[in-house]
Structures are given as structure tokens and as C-alpha cells.
């Protein structure tokens, strides 16, 4: 039987995200978490003027959750771009296999969770 997990985010260590485009914190992955679609939850950090850079996850979709600042969101479909903004406390849903980049405009570090997991 598997056994609950706590963690502390000031325990966990930060490392580079997207090629060093922004950083992040792996809160938990699937090898501590194993259940059949759970990929990682994760806590990123961007800088003003910084985005992550244009990417996509193969057959993971995404949902994360703005926590702190503000900047935009694009998906890059085959027919076209698709922009939004983001402000504290708005829901994105990621579909896997799109790419897409996120951008802060905010003078303070954006903040986001990131819930992952396997779309198929």
C-alpha cells in the first residue's frame, strides 16, 4: 500500500526550467507518486521580461494555476497563435502536444503550480 507524502516548498530545491528560461521546484514526480497518468507537480518561477521558452509536452497534458503576477500565455495551433493574459489566481489547461510559451510582464517574479499528466 503506498504512504502519504508531506513536503515543505522551502525543503525543496530550485533548479533550471526550459533550458534556464525560468526555474522551478519539482514537488513531486512519477517515481514518488505511482499511478498511471500522475506525471509531476511542480512550482515555476519567472522574471519580469523572461518567458519560458516555446515548448510542449509529448502526451502530457498540463494545467497550472497562477499564484503571482502577471504577463500572457500562447499556444501556437497549426492555423495559428492564440494569446491570453494572466493575472493571480486564473487557471490555464495545457493540451498535450501544443506548443506553447509563457511570458511575465509583472515587475515582481511570476509564480505558477504545474500539474502534469500523461493524456493517454
Given at each position: 500500500m503506498p504512504k502519504s507524502i508531506k513536503k515543505t516548498i522551502s525543503d525543496i530545491?530550485?533548479?533550471?526550467?526550459?533550458?534556464?528560461s525560468g526555474s522551478r521546484q519539482v514537488i513531486f514526480n512519477n517515481q514518488e507518486i505511482q499511478s498511471k497518468n500522475f506525471e509531476a507537480v511542480t512550482k515555476g518561477?519567472?522574471?519580469?521580461?523572461?518567458?519560458?521558452?516555446?515548448?510542449?509536452?509529448?502526451?502530457?497534458d498540463e494545467i497550472f494555476v497562477v499564484l503571482k503576477g502577471f504577463g500572457?500565455?500562447?499556444y501556437f495551433?497549426?492555423?495559428g497563435v492564440e494569446e491570453f493574459d494572466y493575472k493571480?489566481?486564473?487557471?490555464?489547461?495545457?493540451?498535450?502536444?501544443?506548443?506553447?510559451?509563457?511570458e511575465s510582464l509583472s515587475e515582481e517574479t511570476s509564480e505558477f503550480y504545474f500539474i502534469r499528466f500523461r493524456s493517454n
Open positions: 530545491s530550485l533548479e533550471e526550467a526550459h533550458g534556464g518561477y519567472l522574471n519580469q521580461g523572461i518567458n519560458y521558452a516555446i515548448h510542449k509536452h509529448d502526451d502530457i500572457k500565455v500562447r495551433y497549426p492555423e493571480s489566481d486564473d487557471f490555464f489547461y495545457n493540451v498535450a502536444n501544443i506548443e506553447h510559451e509563457i
